[in-house]
């Protein structure tokens, strides 16, 4: 009987150890994480900042989605793939639009543009009305799809550009002459 009682009394402290250990590591962990600990491996990729190509990517990525739909406003003259008519309403499709200076290209579409104007071997002699955009990022984004779409491979166009031109420009009244926007280099 002796026995049984030391045996029991050694079970129930092996129990109890086993509740204290338990109960202590429930409790929390005895160095909890700071600020300063290292990220778990997992995000550690996610938390490196992106890169100046992958930025400048998704932002010309996300400028083309909206300038497609900007685009709409330009449909009725310039027809959805940028042939335009000939005579009168000029093509988008070609170096005068991919690379010419993003200024001029701003400057057209705030104030509009009249004039002669040589495309490919054709004449115009049209008007073009400002644009019915908007904001500078709805501007910027159509610029940009219209110098990137159809073969074209131009540069972005930034709403922070369209700003700066839209400053500049604050005090022009009426539509640019084709002569006045050769001169604009920038
Ligand atoms: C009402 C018809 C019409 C609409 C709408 C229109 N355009 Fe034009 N666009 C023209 C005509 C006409 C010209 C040529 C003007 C000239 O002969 O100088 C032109 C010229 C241009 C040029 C060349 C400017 C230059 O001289 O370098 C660009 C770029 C352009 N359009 C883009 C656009 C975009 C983008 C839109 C939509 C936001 C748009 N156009 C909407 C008729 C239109």
């Not at 029991?8 to 962990?29: D, E, H, K, N, Y």
């Not at 400002?130 to 219209?146: G, N, S």
């Amino acid at each position: 009987m002796t026995n049984d009682g030391a045996t029991r009394a050694m079970v129930a402290g092996v129990l109890l150890a086993v509740l204290a250990v338990t109960f202590t590591r429930l409790a929390g962990p005895r160095t909890a994480p700071t600020s300063d600990s290292p990220p778990p491996k997992v995000y550690r990729k996610l938390l490196e900042p992106p890169s100046r190509a992958a930025v400048n990517e998704h932002l010309a990525a996300t400028l083309m989605q909206r300038g497609k739909r900007v685009y709409e406003a330009c449909v009725a003259c310039h027809l959805p793939t940028g042939v335009g008519v000939p005579g009168t309403n000029p093509p988008l499709i070609g170096s005068h639009i991919a690379d010419a200076p993003p200024g001029r290209l701003i400057r057209a579409m705030l104030h509009g543009v009249e004039g002669p104007l040589t495309i490919d071997g054709e004449e115009y002699e049209g008007v073009m009305p400002p644009a019915q955009v908007e904001t500078d990022d709805d501007l910027a984004a159509v610029l940009t799809y219209i110098r990137r779409s159809w073969g074209n491979a131009g540069s972005a166009v930034t709403p922070a550009m369209v700003r700066a031109v839209r400053e500049a420009t604050r005090e022009h009244e009426g539509h640019w002459t084709t002569e006045d926007l050769n001169r604009i280099v920038d």
